[in-house]
């Protein structure tokens, strides 16, 4: 079992749809999330970091973790054509000297 | 501000030779990390420096090797290539304590 699962789509949405991207984990110790949004052939971006659990949001980004459940999530509210990309979760365990464990990514497109 | 930069963007080696690809990090960051990502998979750490050591390793073989020079910037090394090194290899570049980290645009590794 991975540590860290992501459903790898393909997640397609019209415009303006709210989209809603998870990942789930298995190692206790994770303390600091993270999402990233990668266009295709270029580098990871980091978007949205949180430590613990809660919400965090940022314009139309909101990230929530509930550490009971093992459970992540990214929301976008009124989603653009230029949100297409694959969004990739990320965990650094304390003391993890900043080692992220990435899911697989789940790719998004939206269109117009 | 420049942020993290990687050289070459592309490369195509033959089985068996051995490559190496540099990263700048973010000014001011003092930890570079290396990553491999294949194709449709999340990034998987292969090491990280910090004051001009390893500090952790992924499961990678010792075919993979690296150093960081004073000026904070890194190399990643990769003897002996084999088909499945074919790559996007992406540095990340953080601050000594802190878990957020920032990524380059990566090198695209060919082996054929």
């Known amino acids: 079992q991975k540590e860290v699962e992501q459903d790898p789509g393909p997640l397609s949405v019209p415009e303006g749809a709210i989209v809603s991207l998870n990942c789930t984990y298995s190692n206790s110790a994770f303390q600091y999330f993270m999402w990233y949004r990668q266009y295709s052939r270029k580098g990871p971006e980091l978007l949205m970091y949180t430590y613990s659990s809660g919400n965090k949001e940022d314009g139309r980004f909101t990230a929530q973790v509930d550490k009971s459940s093992k459970y992540i999530s990214l929301f976008i509210r009124d989603s653009q054509p230029s949100d297409s990309a694959t969004y990739l979760c990320a965990m650094v365990s304390s003391g993890g000297y900043n080692k992220l464990i990435f899911g697989a990514g789940t790719r998004l497109a939206v269109h117009p | 501000d420049a942020g993290v930069t990687q050289s070459p963007t592309h490369l195509i080696k033959t089985r068996g030779q051995q490559v190496t690809l540099r990263c700048s990090p973010k000014?001011?960051?003092?930890?570079v990390s290396w990553y491999q990502q294949a194709l449709g998979q999340g990034p998987q750490f292969i090491f990280q420096y910090y004051e001009e050591e390893e500090r952790q390793r992924g499961n990678f073989p010792d075919r993979f090797s690296g150093h960081q020079f004073p000026n904070y910037s890194s190399e990643l090394n990769v003897n002996a290539l084999l088909l499945g090194d074919s790559a996007l290899y992406l540095c990340?570049?953080?601050?000594?304590?802190?878990?957020?980290?920032?990524f380059g645009q990566g090198t695209r590794l060919t082996v054929v």
């Open positions: 990340a570049s953080s601050l000594a304590g802190k878990t957020e980290a920032f």
């Open positions: 000014s001011g960051h003092d930890t």
